[in-house]
């Protein structure tokens, strides 16, 4: 089993739709999450950090973290072609050391 | 720009060649990290410092890979005798030695081995 698992899609939806990534974990010393964008052949960009348990929302992103069942999620509301992308879900156990990365999904979003 | 940078972009280099790539954090930014990227699959840590101290190594990290940062500041990785299985895009990350960790990348240098 992977430390990290992220249902690797893809995943269509149409534009204005809301949707929902997922990663699940298993290591319970995970604190620190965090989502990334990818765009084809570019770096990730990040998206949103997460300290423990809890929800954050930045614009028509929201962040949830649960960490009694290990599972993480980001909801995009409003989605836009724009957003479509590769989203990769990360993790650490301390602050500042490695990053442990889902695969990634692939979603596409069509006008 | 004030963003991580690395260069080159792309390379293609034959099998057995070495290749060394570099990495430029964001200027206060003292803890530098590499990644590598598969098709496919999510960055896989190989390596990371704070200022000039490479503090730890992934087991993918293998002897024929180096990485220097010796001023504290911008960093190489190098691959010596280059095989096919090292084609992959290799990501440079930095980030604040603090509290929160939020680790911002570059765009990465896409290694073609043929």
């Known amino acids: 089993q992977k430390e990290v698992e992220q249902d690797p899609g893809p995943l269509s939806v149409p534009e204005g739709a809301i949707v929902s990534l997922n990663c699940t974990y298993s290591?319970?010393?995970?604190?620190?999450f965090m989502w990334y964008r990818q765009y084809s052949r570019k770096g990730p960009e990040l998206l949103m950090y997460?300290?423990?348990?809890g929800n954050k929302e930045d614009g028509r992103f929201t962040a949830q973290v649960d960490k009694s069942s290990k599972y993480i999620s980001l909801f995009i509301r409003d989605s836009q072609p724009s957003d479509s992308a590769t989203y990769l879900c990360?993790?650490?156990?301390?602050?500042?050391?490695?990053?442990?990365f889902g695969k990634g999904t692939t979603l596409s979003v069509s006008s | 720009d004030t963003g991580v940078s690395q260069d080159p972009r792309h390379k293609i280099t034959k099998r057995g060649q070495n290749v060394t790539f570099r990495c430029d954090p964001i200027?206060?930014?003292?803890?530098l990290y590499w990644y590598r990227q598969t098709l496919g699959q999510g960055p896989e840590f190989l390596t990371y410092?704070?200022?000039?101290?490479?503090?730890?190594k992934s087991r993918l990290l293998s002897d024929r890979f180096s990485a220097e940062r010796p001023k504290g500041s911008f960093s190489t990785l190098e691959i010596q005798r280059t095989e096919q299985g090292d084609s992959a895009m290799y990501l440079c990350?930095?980030?604040?030695?603090?509290?929160?960790?939020?680790?911002?990348f570059g765009q990465g240098t896409r290694l073609t081995v043929v």
């Open positions: 990350a930095s980030s604040l030695n603090r509290g929160d960790t939020e680790a911002f």
């Open positions: 290591n319970s010393a995970f604190q620190y």
């Open positions: 997460t300290y423990s348990s």
């Open positions: 990360a993790m650490s156990d301390q602050a500042g050391t490695a990053l442990i």
């Open positions: 200027s206060e930014h003292n803890r």
């Open positions: 410092f704070q200022n000039e101290a490479q503090l730890e």
